[in-house]
């Protein structure tokens, strides 16, 4: 199992560009997350999901559009990037316990380092 | 409405010596608990989660938690620091039902 994997790994972007990001799982989980990590500031949640064609915002959502169309897939969009959003990107997923829904341990992709010029 | 302290943006130790991650965390109800730790360049992975069962959790690689509810704390030990456990620790809560709050995480800093 490759586990969670995040495409692509650095990209610079210019202000006002736009771009997305790709995370895939091969778990089989029903959530899936997206984070934002800044120094100082630990993990922020920006957006999530709980099944295939449902998304939810988290924290921090101004700027950032999501869409997970396949269980296996949640993509992170930034219309119109700003250097505000120079970060790095995680994106993580939970599967559902025995019993009823309940979020559990996260497992993270390795990141992705986005600079905002 | 759940949160999360940890203690120390920074903790600093001798190889050999005794790690104590210190977090505190607010819960309304029975909360899961959870310690992560990120080694550079890298994602997150699982240190120990505590779901209600024993109070003292064991996880990878020497590392353990004890969940003290009185004192709304669940702090990470190892009794002997090594090179290698050097990275940027976070603690997280999670009420049964809601994603996890993360801490703003604690770096180890093991010195030789």
């Known amino acids: 199992n490759a586990g969670v994997t995040q495409t692509p790994k650095f990209r610079v972007l210019k202000t006002g560009q736009s771009m997305t990001l790709l995370c895939a799982q091969d778990?089989?989980?029903?959530?899936m997350y997206w984070y934002r990590q800044d120094p100082g500031m630990g993990l922020r949640l920006i957006h999530y999901?709980?099944?295939?064609?449902?998304?939810a915002k988290g924290e921090v959502p101004d700027g950032y559009n999501v869409s997970r169309l396949k269980k296996q897939n949640f993509l992170l969009g930034l219309e119109s990037a700003a250097p505000s959003q120079t970060s790095v990107y995680f994106c993580?997923?939970?599967?559902?316990?025995?019993?009823?829904?309940?979020?559990?341990?996260?497992?993270f992709g390795p990141g992705t380092r986005l600079t905002v010029l | 409405a759940q949160s999360v302290t940890q203690l120390g943006s920074h903790v600093s130790v001798s190889e050999g010596a005794l790690v104590l991650l210190r977090c505190n965390y607010s819960?309304?109800?029975?909360?899961?608990l959870f310690w992560y730790v990120q080694y550079p360049n890298q994602g997150l992975q699982l240190l120990l989660k505590?779901?209600?069962?024993?109070?003292l959790v064991k996880g990878i690689n020497g590392f353990e938690a004890e969940f003290k509810k009185s004192e709304t704390s669940f702090h990470l030990t190892k009794p002997s620091a090594h090179m290698s456990d050097a990275a940027e620790y976070f603690c997280?809560?999670?009420?049964?039902?809601?994603?996890?709050?993360f801490g703003r995480g604690t770096s180890l800093i093991v010195h030789p």
């Open positions: 993580a997923s939970s599967y559902e316990l025995a019993g009823g829904s309940s979020y559990n341990e996260q497992f």
């Open positions: 778990m089989n989980h029903e959530y």
């Open positions: 999901s709980v099944g295939e064609g449902t998304t």
């Open positions: 819960s309304s109800v029975p909360p899961y």
């Open positions: 505590y779901t209600s069962a024993a109070t």
């Open positions: 997280a809560v999670s009420e049964r039902g809601y994603i996890p709050t």
